[in-house]
């Protein structure tokens, strides 16, 4: 409805005059962030890469390299999910059209990647060469009790440095096939650096990036330039940001995680008895919807506190769910933060709520 699609248009940009608060969104699909885009994302501030991992071809691939011995084997195998993970970065550097997407690179739990099924294993064990027993004890050793507080984000990363080298290969690439077409684009990628809780893992994460992503741009022979953040969503990377600030061009408040570890409550199972809370009157709010400002909304201001002074160009954003709510949005707005990212469908709830904040703020 072209009256309905004005009048929204209008108010949007009245809340954009006022706003100083950038919104961006949450995407994985050029497909969501073309319609993010249409309702007024300036940027991508999380993509979240493991869901492109999915497809048949790239969990095969995928659990070859979990079950090869060799660094070359483990390479080689990532090397087939090479050119789709290229693809899939091309196409939202295209659908952003120069306006900034942050990668954040693969932080799955681990489980969801090993293969469960009979015929899976069996297929595995001919593909490597192994014996279907032997690929059993290697899932065996990857299991977890507590999967989504182990052997995920940059812990991956460390322990298979391979996949943040493939991972930065794909995105540069993609940056670069992307700028060579469009010259009057900026096209300067963010890599994004998951659940680091010290300095250390970021420094390791770090030097496998830049050494690959370097040797990339000097091969191409292009100016490009790209920045290397990390989310904050540990509590002890909160409290030790001014450390992690040295190293980071960005931070971005992982307030999902960061309220699963800050409350200990899994972020997975809390809807079922947090009814009770409810009921009981301990909480008002599912602190997994609201930010909770009292406690982890004390740590995200200690992280810019203890960060910003360190490294004066750092820019900080948040995508948890938050960044979409509106509450959470002032408060963001309030502590100081650079951009909310959201899903493409609270865009435009966010960019009300960062001029609502602006203007109660002033
Ligand atoms: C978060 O933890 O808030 C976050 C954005 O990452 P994910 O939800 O993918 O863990
Ligand atoms: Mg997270």
Not at 150 to 176: D, F, S, W
Not at 225 to 241: D, F, N, Q
């Amino acid at each position: 409805d072209a009256t309905i699609a004005g009048e929204f248009g209008r108010i949007m940009a009245w809340a954009d005059k006022y706003r100083t608060l950038k919104v961006r969104t949450n995407a994985d699909t050029p497909a969501d962030a073309k319609k993010a885009r249409e309702l007024g994302a300036e940027g991508i501030g999380l993509c979240r890469t493991e869901h492109m991992f999915f497809e048949e071809d790239r969990i095969a691939a995928f659990r070859e390299m979990i079950c090869s011995d060799t660094v070359e084997e483990r390479e080689a195998a990532l090397n087939k999910i090479l050119p789709y993970q290229q693809g899939d970065f091309e196409a939202l550097y295209e659908a952003l059209e120069g306006n900034p997407v942050t990668i954040r690179f693969l932080d799955p739990p681990l489980h969801e990647f090993v293969p469960t099924e009979e015929a899976d294993i069996e297929k595995l064990a001919a593909a490597q060469g192994k014996s279907v027993e032997d690929i059993k004890t290697i899932i065996a050793s990857l299991h977890e009790f507590n999967p989504m507080m182990g052997h995920r984000g940059c812990r991956l990363a460390v322990t298979y440095p391979e996949i943040a080298k493939m991972q930065t290969k794909a995105v540069i690439r993609a940056a670069i096939n992307v700028q060579k077409a469009h010259a009057d684009w900026t096209v300067e990628p963010e890599i994004m650096i998951p659940l680091v809780c010290d300095v250390k893992e970021l420094k390791f994460v770090k030097k496998v990036v830049v050494e690959t992503a370097d040797a990339e741009i000097a091969a191409a022979g292009i100016d490009l330039k790209y920045e290397v953040g990390t989310m904050i969503e540990i509590p002890r990377a909160a409290l030790t940001a001014d450390e992690i600030a040295k190293e980071a061009d960005f931070f971005c408040f992982g307030t999902n995680d960061l309220t699963q570890m800050t409350y200990g409550f899994s972020r997975d199972d809390a809807g079922k008895f947090l009814n009770a809370y409810y009921d009981a009157k301990i909480f008002e709010n599912d602190p997994f919807a609201k930010l909770d400002q009292t406690g982890v909304g004390k740590l995200m201001e200690t992280a810019i506190k203890l960060g910003k002074p360190v490294n004066n160009k750092l820019h900080v954003g948040i995508c948890g769910e938050h960044g979409g709510d509106p509450s959470s949005v002032e408060f963001c707005h309030k502590i100081g933060l650079d951009y909310v990212s959201c899903s493409p469908f609270r865009v435009p709830i966010a960019r009300l709520a960062a001029a609502q904040a602006a203007i109660a703020n002033k």
